[in-house]
């Protein structure tokens, strides 16, 4: 059930990297405008979800306090992605941040007493390297040429792994519901650093057009939270160690869209189509496949 779960999160949340991807690339001017429509979902959704489960007044007060870090470190982390998703490819991006299971699993030994198996260390490794080598531009010359903004997507890399910990180490003794709530509003005052008024003014302008509202609609209002509801249940039934490496199949889907809207018919996005350039991800695309079957098996 938690495989399961996990997949499908990194699936939503690769949909929505591609569309913050367009929104960056068409109709939002800058990574500012973009965080500031991110401040007025993640508020709207956590005011909801708290309104109808119910605040946690039952739950300790640290745990909800923690329940609320994880969301900020999750906002700081996805932040740090558009950064990321605005200097570079979609598909390369996505693959940076992806890197953070290390990070998750060794947290987990540490505090949570949660094992990993020899078998699971490989998978791990597998999924990882799979999603670095997606950053890179192709074999021949420029191999190691590193995908633009790598300082902010090794940050948006801790920042995500720090948060499914926290999440996990909180739901003890809060719901999935709870926590989602709760990084939801976490989330909030993260992006509302972008709140500045001529960012609220250039959203309201590149929202005008019907393509770019749904694009918003769907890939902000709809697609994130889908994603990180997912992966907070995958938490919930599984290890956090195993489950944040499923998580970083997503540039597997990004690679796969991005590919398709970048065809010539469509032109949706600009990602590079060359013969090296496919050829690296495809490996990639091996390895993180090979990777999470493995960690079904074992």
Known sequence: MWIFLAICSAASLGLAN????????????????????????????????LAVVGWPTGAPAQSVAVGFLSGISLGAGLALLFLGLKLGEASRAVAVSQTNPILVALLALAVLGETVSPAQWTAIALVICGAALVSVAGFGRGLFRLTPGLTALAGSSAGLGISFFLAKLVLADLTPWEVFGLQELGMAPVFALFGRPD????????????????????????????????????????????????????????????????????????????????????????????????????
């Not at 405008?33 to 007025?40: C, D």
């Not at 032109?267 to 695309?285: M, N, Y």
Request: proline residues 4%; aromatic residues 10%.
């Open 18 to 49: 591609i569309a913050h991807k367009r929104l960056l690339d068409n109709y939002l001017a800058g990574v500012g405008v973009l965080g500031a429509g991110s401040m007025l979902t993640r508020l709207v959704c956590g005011v909801i979800v």
């Open 199 to 298: 960012n609220w003014r250039r959203l309201w302008d590149g929202l005008q057009s019907r393509p770019a509202r749904w694009t918003f609609l769907i890939g902000e209002g709809l697609l994130p939270q889908l994603a990180i509801l997912l992966f907070v249940w995958s938490f919930h039934f599984g290890p956090v160690s195993l489950a944040a490496a499923i998580l970083a199949t997503r540039p597997l889907f990004v690679f796969v869209v991005g590919t398709l809207l970048s065809w010539r018919t469509l032109g949706l996005l600009q990602e590079s189509l060359g013969p090296s350039a496919l050829a690296v991800k495809f490996v990639a695309i091996a390895m993180i496949v090979a990777g999470t079957t493995l960690l079904a098996l074992v």
